[in-house]
């Protein structure tokens, strides 16, 4: 039944060859994604015309020029037949070009300074970043920034997001806004806003609520001055994309989410009366004003730092911008997630629809293309969740059991040398999370390509020194339990209180790596096994290691705990101190001691 589900999911023919990865004749794709060092398509005469000006006439067969550059090219034929986009792509991501550098892993929504309005903003971010550098840090790993879906209820998870293209506003910060030191009645707000911070538990309604007061004064007073030049380019620059997700903003106000209740005319980005929505005066109004918030949260992340490395997210909401402007190329009845493990014994549904692998091919990897632009645009470095997920992803059938799903191919030649070419074009790493069931084939072609792994302190049969160069190490992520948590056993209470099968086993094991890879015996302080634990990560030869501030902070909650969705305060959780405190805590500055001097 699973199966047949997938099947009828997807729009391209089913044949026996479909059962693995799809095989697409060179000749039938829209976009050839080739590399120098790959046989390339026996190409009939014609014009190659090169990004960025110029063209190279080919005879039969010939191959282009051994020095033509990294981009996308397109190719004419002489005679008959359609022209082909071509995308020529190098043979590996670029590498990390500090050796051996270290950074801190940031929940930016908890991590609030005395000044946010009850969420981490890019204000605090580029506070910390100040502040990481000064410890000798060479990076800053973020949670996704995406965009959540439009609304007063905006979503509280970073990893379902309205839009992978765009950026959440809820972390604006109001008063480094133009225009706002003229803005009286801003005062009265901020105090409201930092009246949140007094409650551990994040409230993105209340914050938004007061922030969106704020914002839309501050736009209504940019648009009767005289606006600025910058914001222009901006929209300019941007393009097609962001008319469009403005457009589903614009149209998510009138009529509620998700999309697919919309009325009939309006579902689909292609419909007469969404052409009709758009020209209106009332849509341009209310474009214009989620463009203009895209365009300050843009701007204020580049401010805050340089050297951050940006999560991309697995998938969206299928009922969110992504899902709609891209439709044509989801497989909207299904559900993206993972089969039981020792951790998650019933499987996990993650809630996001996956890209049907054949209509992705069909519209030529735009919406993927367009993805790592976006997440690329101000990072110095990217971390793709799920890596896997360019070679296969588990499809569950929506209503079905998270453990009933089946994996479904995907082109990952074509979709890695998009990576290398969009990362090369942007002049970003890649680390790749690739933790859980991974193909032996898939790190292969990962490593080869220069993705990062990930290496965890929890999962790694050897220590950290036998660990490879060519990874991000850590202790832990976001959905799995910090040090403190495991030390006091709290975390384990805390899936029992959830409600969820706990594997003694497991716990037992990251207890006994403890005290015989770290050395601590029981009755340790918390504080103490927190810096053993990064004493004994700072020996990993990684190019990279990434210490958590739920650990500077000996945090024992986690931020997500994942087969939950009410029963845990999931990216909800904002650290217990400030920055303000952070920024002197004795434990924060002895990991980034370690952490600089190896």
């Keep these: 039944s699973t199966l047949a589900a997938v099947v009828r999911s997807m729009t391209a023919p089913w044949t026996e060859r479909h059962l693995g990865e799809p095989t697409v004749p060179p000749e039938d794709r829209p976009l050839w994604v080739l590399t120098r060092s790959e046989p390339w398509p026996d190409l009939p005469g014609g014009e190659l015309f090169v990004e960025g000006g110029g063209s190279i006439v080919l005879r039969p067969g010939q191959s282009p020029p051994p020095d033509l550059p990294f981009g996308y090219h397109r190719f004419e034929p002489a005679a008959t037949g359609p022209a082909r986009a071509l995308a020529l792509c190098p043979d590996r991501c670029p590498a990390p070009e500090q050796e051996r550098a270290w950074g801190w892993s940031v929940q930016l929504y908890g991590a609030r300074s005395r000044t946010s309005w009850g969420i981490g903003d890019f204000e605090d971010l580029r506070r910390l970043a100040a502040w990481s550098k000064g410890c000798g840090a060479g990076f800053v790993l973020l949670n996704p920034l995406h965009a959540p879906s439009p609304g007063p209820y905006p979503g509280p998870s970073p990893y379902f997001p309205s839009s992978r293209c765009f950026l959440n506003p809820l972390h604006l910060r109001v008063e480094k806004v133009p225009g706002a030191d003229q803005y009286r009645g801003l005062s009265q707000l901020a105090a409201r806003g930092r009246a949140l911070n007094s409650e551990r538990l994040i409230d993105r309604h209340a914050a938004w609520a007061l922030k969106s007061e704020a914002l839309e004064e501050l736009f209504r007073r940019f648009e009767q001055g005289r606006g600025d030049d910058r914001f222009q380019a901006f929209v300019d620059e941007m393009g097609p994309v962001l008319d469009s997700y403005t457009t589903f ?257 497991g716990f037992s094991h990251l207890i006994g790596r403890l005290e015989t890879w770290v050395g601590c015996h029981p009755g340790s302080a918390a504080s103490d096994v927190v810096e053993a634990s990064y004493g004994l990560l700072s020996q990993a030869p990684c190019a990279l290691i990434a210490a958590t501030l739920e650990d500077a902070l000996c945090v024992e909650e986690r931020p997500n705990m994942p087969g939950t969705i009410d029963e845990w305060p999931n990216w909800r959780l904002a650290l217990p101190s400030p920055l303000e405190e952070l920024e002197v805590s004795p434990l924060a500055q002895s990991i980034s001691r370690r952490l600089t001097d190896r």
């Excluded at 109004?285 to 401010?303: F, I, M, N, P, S």
Aim: proline share 7%.
């Design 249 to 505: 903003c614009a149209l998510a106000e009138q009529h509620g989410l998700p999309w697919q209740n919309w009325p009939p005319n309006l579902r689909h980005p292609c419909n007469p009366a969404v052409a009709q929505f758009r020209a209106s005066k009332q849509a341009a109004v209310r474009k214009r004003y989620h463009a203009w918030l895209q365009w300050l949260c843009d701007t204020q992340l580049g401010e805050a730092s340089s050297e951050m490395v940006c999560d991309l997210a697995v998938g969206v909401d299928g009922g969110g911008a992504d899902g709609w402007l891209w439709q044509d190329t989801f497989a909207l009845e299904m559900r993206v997630g993972a089969p039981p493990d020792d951790f998650n014994t019933a499987g996990q549904d993650w809630g996001v629809p996956p890209w049907d692998p054949w209509r992705l091919r069909a519209a030529a990897y735009e919406p993927f293309i367009a993805t790592l632009r976006a997440v690329m645009r101000r990072a110095r470095g990217i971390r793709l969740d799920h890596v896997m997920g360019l070679f296969r992803l588990f499809w569950v059938p929506v209503g079905s059991e998270a453990g009933s799903g089946t994996y479904v191919r995907y082109p990952w030649r074509d979709m890695l040398g998009l990576l290398c070419l969009e990362a090369y074009r942007a002049g970003a790493y890649v680390v790749g999370e690739d933790l859980g069931t991974v193909e032996d084939e898939a790190r292969v072609a990962l490593a080869e390509r220069g993705v990062l792994s990930y290496k965890l302190l929890w999962f790694e049969p050897e220590r950290p020194p036998a660990w490879p160069h060519q990874a991000l190490a850590a202790v832990t992520t976001h959905d799995l339990p910090t040090v403190a948590g495991v030390w006091a056993g709290t975390d384990r209470e805390a899936q029992r209180s959830c409600g969820l099968s706990v594997n003694e086993e």
